[in-house]
């Protein structure tokens, strides 16, 4: 039974996943990858950085001329002039960013709390007086005092903020931790909305979004592939697939369109998307194993938590070392050979001998030459 939680995705493939080094997306590639993601039911797309130059924000212009569903916002510093920058672009929903931890505050800007929260008030009742949608970020809020984000929080919902990104920016923080800050804030401050970026330092960033919203958390950012700074972010698919499957909630996301949105941002990043990545890789629903390809030939449920399907994806039944008979006659089959179970016994040892020898799974022209040495065995 689906949970009656409503969480919206937030994508900031455009923003926090072009910050990927090296990373550089053309206007073209911007284009089809919103295009992608508003089809497929995203709710907001972090676009861009107007306060870069005259360039982002004319492919941020020609994002908001798309007439997209989804909500665009952009990326700001807690200062007049990037506010300025966004409006020029014409959207309606600004992320405007302060460090809140410590450490940022007194060793990358040089200020003090005092600072920063007379600079948001100043930064938000500017954003707030031109008619936009807010959202506040805590840049580094995993490593900040927990009372200090508080009254941040306070002061962000009195004076008219939409929504608080608390942003786990090294990725330094495990579920557990996650699931207790946020509690922490929503429990303080229930009437402002919270979101939860995560970064995957650690590995954790998919779980971390999940314990934000068991915490609380009713938005998520993420990025296609996981794209983003250093070893990236929470990754679209994996965040929307464990929320259904793992916590039976289902946000409203076409499942189906992960596969050619995760190939497009792939080319456009130059990152090949792994085989085996989660959800989205070519084999992640490769069995080769004779008791899990035995198991999923009678019923796909035994090996499989959702349909391959349900990504865009398709089984694929692999002739390999570990191999067994239902195995290979399916994989004979894959390629339009129809065998017995008799003849897949006689050819198993073969298979399985040729994998060792090429230190991988059989090709169809290995299988091909397996069968036709097979008949000529049988003439003879």
Known sequence: MVEEVKVRIGDT??????????????????????????????????????????????????LVDLGLSARLITWNRAVIPDIEASLACGVEAVDISL?????????????????????????????????????????DASRADGDFLIELLSIARAHGADRFRF???????????MYEKVARLTAAVPELEIEVHTHNDLG?????????????????????NGLGERAGN????EVVMALKVACGID???????????????????????????????EKVFA???????????KDPRNYEVFAPEEVGLTRHIVAGKHSGTNGIVESYRQIGIPISREEAQEL??????????????????DLLKLHEGRAVSLAA
């Open 348 to 365: 198993m040892e073969k298979v399985r001998s040729t994998a060792q020898r090429i230190k991988g799974p059989l090709a169809p022209r």
């Open 167 to 177: 942003c786990d920016t090294l990725g330094v923080l495990e579920p557990f931790g």
């Open 251 to 281: 946000v409203g996301i076409d499942t189906r369109r992960f596969r050619g949105v995760s190939r497009l941002v792939g080319r456009a990043s130059n990152r090949e998307v792994p085989a085996w990545k989660a959800v989205v890789g």
């Open 287 to 297: 069995h080769e194993s004779g008791l899990h390809a035995d198991g999923v030939l």
């Open 13 to 62: 493939t455009l923003r926090d996943g072009e910050q990927t080094a090296g990373v550089v997306f053309s206007a073209r590639e911007k284009i089809a990858i919103a295009r992608h993601l508003d089809a497929m039911g995203v709710h907001e797309l972090e676009c861009g950085i107007p306060a870069m130059g005259e360039e982002e924000r004319a492919s941020i212009r020609a």
């Open 99 to 139: 460090s809140v931890s410590d450490i940022m505050i007194e060793h990358k800007i040089n200020k003090t709390r005092e600072w920063v929260k007379e600079q948001l008030k100043r930064a938000l009742d500017f954003a707030k007086a031109k008619g936009l949608y807010v959202c506040v970020g805590g840049e």
């Open 234 to 237: 929470a990754a679209l698919e």
């Open 204 to 224: 954790l960033a998919t779980a971390n979004a999940l314990a934000g919203v068991r915490g609380g958390a009713r938005c998520i950012s993420t990025t296609v």
